[in-house]
Each structure stands twice: as C-alpha cells, then as structure tokens.
DNA sequence: TCCGACCTTGACGCAACCCTGACGCGCCCG
DNA sequence: CGGGCGCGTCAGGGTTGCGTCAAGGTCGGA
C-alpha cells in the first residue's frame, strides 16, 4: 500500500485530503509544521509527501532542503503563491511538482499517481513469490531452485505464471488453456497434461508426488506456496 | 548534455523554447506534430520530451501512451486546456507534468530541470554495473575490459544499456527493438541476432558459451552479473 | 573521390521447442 | 467385476528460433 504524508497548517485541507486518500485505500500521515514533517517522514518512510509551504515554523523551502540530504521521497509542494519565484526555489531546492491553491482535488490526486509511478520501479519492484522448492521472480521471469536458476521454455513459463499469479486459487484447465495457447484452445487438455509434468519434473523436489504445482482432478490445477 | 525534444505546431512557440533552452546549454530537437514526435524520440533518445497536447495529426495523450509503449522518458505536457479532466487524463496515460499555456519561462525550466533531476540517478541506482570479465559505466557511456576500454558502435552501446538498465530482468525481444531500433521496429529479430553476436564478440570470455549476456529462447535476451 | 566504419539484409545449419499419438495406471460408476 | 474416464508418462517428428557468416549499402571524413 501507498504510504502519504501531508503536511499543512490549515487542518481543514489536511482533513479534506486525508479523507480522500484514505478512500483511495492510500495510507496516509500528517504534520502540521515543519520540524513534525521532517520528523514523520524519517520516522515513516513515507512514498510520497503533500507539503504545503506555509508553514509556521519554518520555511517550506528549508523543509524541502533538510529532507534532500538524506531522502529521495517524492515531493509535491502546495502553495497559495502564484509568483513564478517561489515556484523555481522549491523546484530547484528538490520539490517534484507545484500545485497552487486552491486546487482541483482530481487534479492533485492524478499528480500523485505520476509522482508515485515514476520512483516505484527505481525501488526495484519485483514481484518475488516463494516456496519451499523454489522461488518465482515474476518481473525478472526467473525461476530459482537450489542456488541455481532453473531454465524454463516460454510455453512453461506461461503456464507457470498463469498459476502463479492466481495467488493459491483454482484455475481452470479451459482458462488455462486460452491464457496460455490462446482463446481458440478450450479442449486440448493433453498439453496441460504435458507441460505441468515438464514443469514439475524442474521444479517438485518429488515430480510424482507434486506439492506446489496440485491438480484438481475434473476440475483444473492450482498453485500452492 | 542535457537533451531535450520540444513538440509543437505553433511555430513561435518552438522557437522561444529552443532559443531558451539552447542558451543554458541544452541539446535541442524538435517536431511539430505527433508522428514526428514519435519518430524524433526513438532517433535521438531525448533525456525529456516537452509536449504540446494540441497536435493537427493526433491525439497528444495517444502521443504519450505510444510513446509509453517503450520509453520512460520524462514527459513534461505543455497545453492550452485549463480543465483537470485534460489534466487527469494526460498524467495518467504517463505524462510526468502538466503546465498550462500562457506560461512562465522560468517556471518551465524549473519543471524541466526537475523532471530531468528525478529521472537520472533513479533509473538503475548503481551507474557502474561490474561483471567479473567486464565493467559497464551508464554514465560515461563506457565499457572497460581487462583494465582498457572496449569500442562500441553507437547501436551495440544501446541495445547493452537497455539490457543493463534493466537490471537482470529478461527484456522481450520487442521491447528491446523498440528501445534501440524504435517503435516501428518489432519484427526484425535478426537485427538482435547480429548485434548481441557483436557484443558477445566483444564482452563475453567465450563467446560461444556466454554468461552475462544470456538467450532465453523465444522469449528475450537478459544480463547478468 | 576514395576509404573505412557502421548498419542492413539474406542464406544456411543446427539445436531446441512444440505438438502429437500411444500406453499405463488409478478412480469412479455402472 | 469390468468398462470408461481422466491423468501422467514417454518418445518421435515437424517446425521454429537462434547463431553465424558474408555481401551490399550508406554515410562521413580524409
């Protein structure tokens, strides 16, 4: 989940924003100065900051600076300045967008999404799922069993990925026939029969006694952690 | 040297920036509609694309989702509509900014030195990837074997820093055309063939039995460490 | 104008992969 | 008790994809 911070003295715009983030599944802190914005974001790591730049105790500016030295966290200033000067200072002194008040709500929400998009794949956003037997890297399309990567044709990984991406649930053979062969393919069981044991001979520590990659007689197969 | 591509079909308007930009030492190209926009990205490689939405041949959003199709460049979107549905659709079809026209030159290139900002460092974290028979420099552009640099052709530099940049993940025979060749270019495999034979060529202890430059049959090429 | 570096394109051999049919086994139901 | 059904296994043959080589073309610099 999306972790973030605003930061406002006027708690009637934290409030507002609060409540649409939160409904947005957003997990969101606030701080209403500066020296509590700088403490939050260290304490909580959050994935992106709403900063407004008026606050009392310290400049907005000043805020954006500290937070540089140490932290690359997305950075979107809020700001009842319109003047072309302010806007270039925060920009310069690391801030990512500028949005004046006041603010159209969908507006400021869609610029989050950017700012958040943009740092997630930095982070290294590889979708890992394990097991016991093996590990699965979803992003990198890598299997890794024993220390060693195992090698997979591309019609094993298709058919490994459909199963793993259901997270646990039963899969269909028919779905799974159209996921991986495509959507004119609703009978050929044979190839599931084949593949799934091509599979569990590389990846089941027993091949014959399989469980991770389970059948579900009838019914179609399903992967288990 | 910052590289930047300006897109507009007002005339004026790609001259002011040019003349801007130029003067603080940016390398410039231009397009004046979306086809073009396109065809100039893939050429030259821009480090940040500044959009005009209003194009005479396409849609400017359609712009940025082709162009998402294969790029991460920063777009920074230029446009005359104030209304946050323009807005909203513009920055989640992956534009990175949004500046309404009539606009302050100096509030511009504060935007665009932070979309460029952002965007550098971020992409792979380390700069210099070690491999133990070769070293990739991402920043200098340079590759360095048993302690001299090894020449690259301008391609063969491209299609290893796609694969580098990736990090490890396996990178889809189309998308690695598109990255070097550009977005028209989605069949060619042959072209892959011949330059990651080069490279290997080039970078591998044995060519014939790589290690870090790795086929994964039918489906892509990956590097590893 | 010539030369070299680079990119494109086609042809060819080989290995790997995908499809296919046959067979055996266990389970359920008649 | 026997037949049918679904699943797992195996091996062979057609096809695809990859690596390799070489020739032609383009562009810029000497």
Do not use: C
């Amino acid at each position: 989940m999306t972790r973030v911070l605003v930061v406002d003295d006027d708690p009637a715009i934290v409030r507002a924003l609060v409540i649409n983030l939160r409904a947005r599944q957003y997990e969101v802190d606030s701080a209403e100065d500066g020296a509590g914005a700088l403490r939050e974001a260290a304490a909580r790591h959050p994935d992106v900051i709403v900063l407004d730049l008026g606050l009392p105790d310290m400049d907005g500016v000043d805020v954006i600076r500290r937070l540089r030295e140490w932290s690359r966290v997305p950075v979107l200033v809020l700001s009842a300045r319109h003047a072309s000067g302010e806007k270039v200072q925060a920009l310069d002194a690391g801030a990512d967008d500028y949005v004046t008040k006041p603010f159209g709500m969908d507006e400021l929400l869609a610029r989050l999404r950017a700012a958040v998009r943009r740092a997630e794949p930095a982070d290294g956003g590889d979708v890992v799922v394990e097991t016991e037997a093996f590990t699965v890297d979803l992003a990198a399309k890598k299997v890794h069993r024993d220390g060693r990567d195992v090698r997979l044709t591309p019609t094993e990984w298709h058919l490994l990925e459909a199963l793993v991406r259901a997270g646990g649930r039963l899969v269909g053979q028919r779905q799974l026939l159209r996921e991986v062969w495509g959507p004119s393919y609703g009978t050929e069981t044979n190839y599931l029969r084949v593949y799934m044991a091509q599979l569990r001979r590389k990846l089941e520590a027993d091949p014959s006694r399989p469980r991770h990659l389970i059948t579900e007689p009838g019914m179609g197969y399903r992967f288990e952690k």
